[in-house]
């Protein structure tokens, strides 16, 4: 299984973020989880940064998804870098943010 | 205290001294209200003080769970003066280490409010005196090295202490129709801004999240395919109006958003990053009625709210002013209405307050951290917020 994300679906509502953290650590935070909103808010762009075991970072942005890169500015310099954070592992197979996403943005695919 | 620091900060703008207190089950009392909370604070710490407030939802899972707010001295008449704040500023608030912000006394120097970890200080700027607030949210997040820091700030016009001035979040206009930005003004207060990176407890972490899924599942139901802003007002339900759209922005946790981004500067349909400043972000419905019945077209009420944000200055008071002073409204004579300003007469508009016929229900919805847009929209429900307070913060809020 594997989160599949599809960018231009993303409403930038946070709830992807949180839940991941709250997978891990069972509190209300953004700063432990896998996936990351990117955003540049005066230019309305935005997407997602996501921290797996087998691809690598995978970056969602509005024109397109990579992989196996490093995201730059992923989250701001003050925020918990990406590459300290754990990588996904599904909650198991139950991904919250999959299941929290509200447009279908996140979903679980084999 | 689940859902809560348990701390209220408190600043003193005079001698530039930071203290905490502690948010006690007194001083929550009976009513979870975080308004009734907000009062409470003013009369121990002086009506002059502005209070920064969180709801105990806000940054929870329930839908729309986006809401802070900031309270200021009622008006002479006795008119409440508070306005929502939305976007991720209320949550970064509640993630910043504190329920509440008290901002006492008034600054012998310019500068703004820095809140993070459960700490605030004092940063003077005398260079920021008197920049657009677009230029003071880039300063303070380049300064401060995070471009995911909320700023609350004034413009020239909350400097200058006009009446018909706005704050404004981040870039955008439309939660202040209180014009606390000359209250800001009146304290030497250039911006206050927040990151939060701490955490907050729920009584039932599980639970709270499966319950908040279904729920926001049954709206998405109920509310059918979501158009941004169009969605909620005729105003941007218009063909040049849909030519602009860019995409439709959430705040935290809204599953229906009514932040329609336009684009005036390149291709709407542009999704790289191509331009930094390529429009602007509507969500002020009377501000975009007001300008449309001036004659404005949606490109020109894009530059024109875009401009107003700014300076600080209230759209709906400017574009009305100039309308009736006979003045021909487009985005050259507004630019310079907002560089040399004449007093305006300023009434009171009403944006996210007109989400609610009934004034208590506004209350109790941003109270509890909720947007009331949304939450008017889908229908306010007591009791169903009381189901959810159990499994969030362990007690059935009384609402």
């Known amino acids: 299984m594997r989160l599949r994300i599809e960018p231009l679906k993303c409403i930038c509502c946070g709830l992807c973020e949180t839940s991941c953290s709250l997978n891990r650590d069972s509190v209300l935070t953004p700063m432990s989880s896998s996936i990351i909103l990117h955003v540049d808010d005066k230019a309305n762009y935005f997407g997602l940064v996501l921290k797996t075991r087998s691809e690598g970072l995978v970056l969602a942005r509005p024109e397109g998804l990579t992989s196996g890169q490093q995201a730059s500015g992923s989250s701001g310099p003050g925020a918990k870098p990406v590459l300290l954070r754990e990588a996904c592992d599904l909650c198991g197979g139950k991904a919250k943010c999959a299941r929290v996403c509200p447009t279908g943005c996140i979903t679980l695919e084999d | ?399």
């Not at chain 2, 009392?29 to 407030?53: M, N, P, Q, R, Y």
């Not at chain 2, 471009?147 to 202490?161: L, M, R, T, Y």
């Not at chain 2, 009584?203 to 319950?211: C, G, Q, V």
């Not at chain 2, 560089?339 to 109270?367: H, K, M, T």
């Open chain 2, 1 to 399: 205290m689940y859902l809560r620091n348990g701390k209220i900060g408190v600043f003193d703008l005079a001698t530039c001294e930071a203290s905490d207190a502690e948010l006690t089950e007194d001083l929550v009392g009976d009513d979870i209200s975080s308004l009734v909370i907000a009062d409470k604070l003013a009369s121990i710490h002086g009506e002059d003080s502005l209070v920064f407030g969180t709801g105990v939802l806000t940054a929870s899972f329930v839908p729309a769970a986006c809401a802070g707010f900031i309270r200021a001295k009622p008006y002479p008449d006795g008119w409440s003066r508070f306005i929502p704040i939305l976007g991720f500023a209320g949550v970064e608030l509640k993630l910043s280490g504190f329920d509440f912000i008290v901002v006492k006394g008034v600054s012998e120097r310019h500068g703004y409010l820095w809140a993070r970890d459960g700490i605030i200080e004092f940063v003077e700027s005398e260079d920021l005196r008197s920049k657009d607030s677009w230029v003071r949210t880039d300063k303070i997040r380049a300064d401060q090295g995070d471009s995911k820091i909320q700023v609350i700030s004034s413009g020239p016009w909350g400097d200058a202490k006009r009446e018909g001035s706005q704050l404004v979040i981040d870039y955008w206009g439309g939660e202040d129709k209180a014009g606390l930005g000359s209250v800001f003004g009146e304290k030497n207060l250039i911006a206050v801004a927040i990151r939060g990176m701490g955490e907050v407890e729920l009584a039932e972490p599980e639970k709270h999240f499966e319950d908040s899924v279904l729920l926001m599942r049954e709206h998405i139901l109920k509310l059918g395919p979501n158009h941004g802003l169009a969605s909620y007002s005729k105003a941007a339900d218009r063909e040049d109006f849909k030519k602009l759209v860019h995409r439709h922005v959430a705040c935290y946790g809204c599953p229906f958003p009514c932040r329609t981004f336009l684009k005036t500067e390149e291709d709407p349909k542009e999704m790289r990053l191509a331009i930094k400043d390529p429009g602007y972000l509507h969500y002020d419905i009377p501000a975009l009625e007001v300008a449309f019945a001036s004659g404005m077209g949606s490109r020109d009420a894009t530059l024109a709210l875009r401009m107003c944000a700014k300076a600080g200055a209230e759209p709906v008071a400017v574009i009305s002013n100039m309308k009736a002073s006979g003045a021909r409204v487009t985005p050259e004579t507004i630019a310079s209405v907002l560089s040399d300003p004449e007093d305006l007469r300023i009434d009171r508009v009403a944006n996210f307050e007109a989400s609610f016929q009934d004034e208590g229900a506004y209350r109790d919805c941003l109270g509890l951290g909720l947007c009331p847009r949304y939450w008017s929209r889908i229908g306010f429900d007591k009791d169903e917020m009381a189901s959810f307070g159990e499994s969030a913060i362990g007690k059935a809020p009384d609402v």
